[in-house]
């Protein structure tokens, strides 16, 4: 709900392209979809979203992946620096 709530007020989001943010998330649009960690199992079993309450996937997501981190760094860096861009969204 948060990322709906957010959209309400006209801000763009920064979402990991995960389950169902690209049904509300038009990437470059509205905002961007971050790719979702390679290293998280869960993501990528056919029970996904069903999965993410067993203490497997919650002890995976707890863990930092570098490179979605750096994604998401690139995303907010670049609605810092096109400030019509970010509007626009």
């Known amino acids: 709900m948060a990322t709906l709530e957010s959209m309400s007020y006209g801000l763009p989001i920064i ?3 995960t389950y169902a943010f690209k049904d509300f998330v038009k990437d470059g649009k509205t905002g961007f979809l971050v790719p979702k960690s390679k290293k998280i199992k869960g993501y990528y079993e056919k029970e996904y979203p069903t999965n ?3 203490k497997e996937f ?3 997501v707890k863990k930092v992946d570098e490179e979605v981190v750096k994604n ?3 995303k907010i860096e670049f609605l810092i620096k096109n400030p019509e861009k970010r509007e626009e969204m």
Do not use: F, T, V
């Open 15 to 17: 979402a990991l392209d």
């Open 52 to 54: 993410i309450r067993n």
């Open 58 to 60: 919650l002890d995976d």
């Open 72 to 74: 998401i760094a690139e």
